[in-house]
């Protein structure tokens, strides 16, 4: 595979049932934080009072992993879709 082509969280997301119960990565504060960004997206609120420059950078560099792991989930599901509708047209 082409280096430049390779995704590791796709690899890590495709191989770690067979090496872990994904369960054991399950972490309430991490859901929580889950929790606080979709609230946060629908109601177009802050997670903490104040303006951007007032967020706890802790909280900041969350939202972006958040934010982005949820845009790579969501491409992951485009391109399997389209595989599956790519496939059905050619039978």
Known sequence: MNGSNFDADKSIITQLPFFACPNHFYDKNLSRDIERYMYCINSGTPPYPG????????????????????????????SKERKKAKAKNVK
């Open 51 to 78: 303006p951007y420059g007032q967020q706890p950078f802790k909280w900041v560099n969350r939202f972006i992993a958040i934010k982005n792991a949820l845009a790579k989930k969501e491409q992951m599901m485009i």
